[in-house]
């Protein structure tokens, strides 16, 4: 890193606080509202949405786990990215009408107003210990990477990380991630493709990538060029399999996009309906680009490896777009990358504490202090990051044992162990007024379970703590693949769900009429928003073409 470009990351964090204090200082302290502070004001664009929707889910982690992907010839691994725009049609068009009708502040809330009290408190508690486990502490543990390379120590970088990000979110609110994740979104895109840039001029363009990776190729055990470019593997692949890809995938994406808090309070912040949706479709279309953003990266750095160009470990392949970065590029567009990493850690960060911080002042907080006035809740709400900060650090040592697979691949392992009955409970409740807060509670409960025994186990089996047996039914259950076994239990949680709530009886139709389906009163009408969704499954489809063997082919 030279001056020039430790200069140009340092513009970097003076053009990212002085938008944190330009809407931190859009109010005093007693003219802060809950709704100010939560929800940025409920009322945003759908630009600002989308883009901090993007932003938000691109983390550090992401980027290199991603990368490293590239790196090892694991592109199903970016189907996640693909999977995602059609999932985000899915939330603009069934989730979001249901969330800003209802008035809510989180998923918790809107759990109680369909279910039970119980099924709040549920999902609130499980929320906090997933931002802990899969996000914040994750998210900090990437970006320690990402200040490795910079040459500062990895504890170190971790802790500037947290208080320079904790610093605007707790100050500004939604208001301030928001608007600092739309200016995240635009350097990230940029710095990653000025490596793609730099990272094809010298290897001789797209053709010379093609041509290292083929004569690459016909040494034992390296991968061909069919194989750094196919999103779809065997169902018999023991990762990605295309079922667990195709049916497997989409209940974590569902989990993710449509009901986390982390995601959804973004568009909890839209001034309409309309403004939620095209910024959920804008984000759809975003979520195309790490593909070529983030995977290709990755592969370029293996071309590179395998030319001598760069080094790095293919056995610690999330190391790839940094070694691609501090080897390859010139003076000050090294800051750029840097800075463009340093976005994304940021603005998934800030996204973490103020979601966790959302929902411990509004389900735990103001439950118990009903009486709280504004203020109090604003006051709480900065005071609670605190906690999760300390606990997040905390988990980082643990992470080691469940990373074998990378970063990437531990994040979507963590998820699949978890999102099934979630997303059941969500899904089925909209479109099903007879499903009821019994048969939600009983298969929350249930899937926790057994998703936490999963998680439990694999833990031990990794770290050598218990022997399993060979052809043993503990030796079956661990060795199902983890998006297989996220079908499994979201349609075992499903099955659960309709058996308890058939078995008692219903909740009061009445209380329904905001949180689940109602007979159409309105005709069909051709909009904006209708052609935006048909133009993004097109892509969608086009890009699951042109990445299989019949497209590569």
């Known amino acids: 890193m030279n001056i020039l470009d430790f200069a140009v990351v340092a513009i970097y964090f003076g053009i990212i606080l002085w938008i944190a204090r330009w809407a931190a200082s859009s109010k005093t302290d007693s003219e802060f509202s809950s709704v100010d502070y939560f929800l940025a004001g409920k009322n945003q664009g759908w630009l600002v949405i989308g883009a901090s929707l993007f932003a938000s889910n691109i983390g550090s982690e992401i980027i290199l786990g991603v990368s490293g992907a590239g790196a090892r010839a694991d592109m199903p691994m970016a189907n996640f990215e693909i999977l995602a725009s059609l999932v985000l049609i899915l939330f603009g068009w069934v989730f979001v009408p249901f969330y800003l009708r209802s008035g809510i502040y989180t998923m918790p809330e809107f759990l109680e107003k369909r279910y039970s009290r119980a099924c709040r408190d549920y999902l609130s508690v499980v929320s906090i210990l997933a931002y802990i486990i899969t996000k914040i502490s994750l998210i900090i543990f990437a970006g320690a990477l990402v200040f490795e390379v910079l040459g500062i120590p990895f504890w170190t970088?971790?802790?500037?990380?947290?208080?320079?990000?904790?610093?605007?979110?707790?100050?500004?609110?939604?208001?301030?991630?928001?608007?600092?994740?739309?200016?995240?979104?635009?350097?990230?895109?940029?710095?990653?493709?000025?490596?793609?840039?730099?990272?094809?001029?010298?290897?001789?363009?797209?053709?010379?990538?093609?041509?290292?990776?083929?004569?690459?190729?016909?040494?034992?055990?390296?991968?061909?060029?069919?194989?750094?470019?196919?999103?779809?593997?065997?169902?018999?692949?023991?990762?990605?399999?295309?079922?667990?890809?195709?049916?497997?995938?989409?209940?974590?994406?569902?989990?993710?996009?449509?009901?986390?808090?982390?995601?959804?309070?973004?568009?909890?912040?839209?001034?309409?309906?309309?403004?939620?949706?095209?910024?959920?479709?804008?984000?759809?279309?975003l979520k195309l680009l790490p593909v070529f953003l983030f995977f290709i990266p990755g592969v370029i750095a293996y071309a590179m490896l395998q030319k001598g160009i760069i080094s790095f470990s293919l056995e610690d392949a999330d190391q790839a777009l940094p070694a691609l970065i501090t080897q390859v590029l010139p003076i000050g567009f090294k800051g750029l990358a840097i800075a463009g990493l340093l976005a994304a850690l940021m603005s998934s960060l800030s996204s973490a504490f103020n979601s966790s911080s959302t929902l411990l002042t509004i389900d735990f907080y103001q439950k118990f202090r009903p009486e709280a006035t504004e203020k109090d809740l604003v006051r709480f709400g900065r005071l609670a990051t605190v906690v999760l900060v300390v606990l997040s650090l905390g988990w980082i040592p643990f992470m080691?044992?469940?990373?074998?697979?990378?970063?990437?691949?531990?994040?979507?392992?963590?998820?699949?162990?978890?999102?099934?009955?979630?997303?059941?409970?969500?899904?089925?409740?909209?479109f099903f007024k007879w499903i009821n807060a019994r048969g939600a509670i009983v298969a929350l409960w249930t899937g926790f379970t057994i998703g936490v025994a999963r998680l439990v186990l694999e833990f031990m089996s990794n770290n050598e703590s218990i022997v399993v047996a060979k052809g043993s039914a503990l030796a079956y259950f661990l060795d199902i693949n983890f998006l297989h076994f996220a079908l499994f239990l979201f349609l075992f949680c499903s099955a659960l769900l309709m058996l308890v709530s058939k078995m008692t009886a219903p909740q009061p139709e009445a209380e329904l009429a905001l949180v689940t389906f109602q007979k159409k009163t309105t005709s069909f009408k051709w909009s904006t928003d209708v052609s935006l969704t048909i133009i993004l499954v097109v892509l969608v489809l086009v890009l699951w073409w042109i990445f299989s063997p019949l497209g590569i082919g």
């Open 157 to 285: 970088g971790a802790i500037i990380t947290v208080v320079a990000t904790g610093f605007y979110t707790v100050l500004g609110g939604l208001k301030a991630v928001i608007y600092t994740d739309m200016v995240q979104a635009f350097i990230l895109i940029l710095g990653t493709v000025v490596v793609s840039i730099f990272g094809l001029y010298q290897l001789g363009g797209w053709d010379g990538l093609i041509d290292t990776i083929s004569v690459a190729s016909l040494e034992d055990g390296k991968p061909s060029v069919s194989q750094f470019f196919n999103l779809w593997r065997p169902m018999k692949d023991t990762d990605y399999p295309w079922t667990g890809m195709l049916f497997g995938a989409p209940i974590l994406g569902v989990w993710y996009w449509c009901t986390d808090q982390y995601i959804v309070q973004r568009a909890l912040s839209a001034k309409d309906i309309s403004n939620a949706r095209k910024g959920a479709l804008f984000a759809g279309y």
């Open 400 to 430: 080691d044992a469940l990373m074998g697979g990378g970063i990437f691949h531990y994040l979507q392992s963590i998820q699949a162990y978890i999102s099934p009955p979630i997303a059941a409970v969500f899904l089925l409740g909209l």
